[in-house]
């Protein structure tokens, strides 16, 4: 299959690319789309063997179920067995935004989508391109992260063609994303509302609208729960080589970093290291990347996958990489980093 890419500027969409892209969804088909958190691989939600297509063209598993993406608010009650008050409240103060909502699925949402499951992730993201696609594409689009299973994220829509190219038949470039990491995601089946995915939309955030949120106790560093998600439990968001985090005092860190870089150089290693703009200049060997500036926190977060993309194309054996736990935004970064890093950190 011959991938076409279309560059679609959001200020002043191309209604005849738009159209023949909701064309392909109505009839099965599947088209990559930028969102505002990451691109996403979409198909017809309520249409079971579209959906199916997404699990072969990602080599996902099959019981990993998809976020189904709506344009407009009706829409949740369309797929939900019942709207919550929690659901509505926090619709209408996130929405179009990165928050997904697990709710009860009704009988038009078929399993092949749920992955099994008699709940269903909805969300309304909050890019012109994402929802005009939507509208054209029948008003409910399935819809994983563009990346093949287990590789980051796609944040540009290169990411998406190194990935998919020849697996679909077509992306429609937007540009860089500008969030950069995946939906919160929070259950609200359960007697108390619950952060499945952590992300841009923070716990402090939902509990101002809905009192207390819970976070799903198989999130918490070095545990060995399962995480009620059944996408976290794969090893995700992973670079090819190997992913070492430390984590410490600033001086510190660059310290041990430049140590373990050399150490592993001298092992006839080929090394990279993710620093900032504040520490770069401070390591001397390897494949030294900025992932951006620590004061200003969405661009760590948006330069993310990008950053270990890069990594992976310098073809490089280890990472070195910095922390940032105590950014806002830092819950959700450290959760995909330290999935990347199998949770190997080493504390100074
Ligand atoms: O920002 C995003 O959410 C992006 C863009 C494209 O919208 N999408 C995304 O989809 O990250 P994906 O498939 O890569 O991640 C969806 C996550 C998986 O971990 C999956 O297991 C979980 O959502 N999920 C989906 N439906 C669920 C359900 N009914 N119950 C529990 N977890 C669910
Ligand atoms: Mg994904």
């Not at 995601?185 to 207390?212: F, H, K, N, Q, W």
Request: charged content about 25%; some cysteine.
């Amino acid at each position: 299959m011959i991938t076409e890419i279309r560059k679609i500027d959001q200020n002043q969409i191309d209604w005849e690319a738009m159209s023949w892209a909701g064309e392909i969804i109505r009839q099965g088909g599947l088209v990559a789309f930028p969102t505002e958190t990451v691109y996403g691989l979409g198909a017809d939600a309520r249409n079971a063997s579209a959906a199916k297509k997404i699990y072969e063209a990602k080599g996902r598993p099959s019981d990993n179920p998809l976020i189904v993406h709506i344009a407009e608010y009706q829409s949740l009650s369309e797929v939900a067995k019942e709207v919550t008050r929690e659901a509505r409240l926090l619709a209408e103060t996130f929405w179009p935004g990165p928050l997904t909502l697990i709710v009860k699925k009704n009988d038009t949402v078929p399993y092949e989508t749920t992955g099994g499951l008699d709940t269903v992730a909805v969300r309304m993201p909050d890019h012109p391109i994402a929802l005009e696609l939507i509208r054209q594409g029948g008003g409910f689009i399935a819809a994983p992260s563009a990346n093949t299973s287990g590789k980051p994220s796609p944040t540009r829509a290169e990411h998406v063609a190194s990935d998919l190219n020849g697996k679909i038949p077509l992306i429609l470039d937007g540009g860089p994303v500008g969030v950069g990491i995946e939906s919160t995601i929070v259950d609200l089946t359960g007697a108390c509302p619950m952060i499945l995915r952590p992300g841009y939309i923070t716990r402090e955030m939902l509990s101002e609208v809905i009192g207390d949120v819970k976070a799903d106790p198989a999130l918490a560093a070095g545990s060995v729960g399962k995480p009620r998600a059944p996408g976290m439990k794969y090893r995700h968001y992973a670079p090819k080589a190997e992913l070492v985090l430390v984590d410490g005092e600033s001086e510190r860190v660059v310290d041990k970093i430049n140590e373990l870089a050399d150490a592993a150089i001298a092992e006839g290693l080929k090394v990279g290291i993710i620093g900032t703009d504040e520490t770069i200049l401070r390591y001397c060997r390897g494949e030294v990347v900025s992932i951006g500036t620590r004061r200003e926190e969405d661009g760590i977060a948006q330069n993310l996958y990008g950053v270990l993309r890069e990594l992976d194309d310098r073809k490089v054996d280890k990472i070195y990489s910095e922390c940032f736990s105590d950014l806002r935004i830092g819950q959700a970064v450290m959760n995909r980093l330290l999935k990347a890093a199998a949770f190997r950190v080493i504390q100074v």
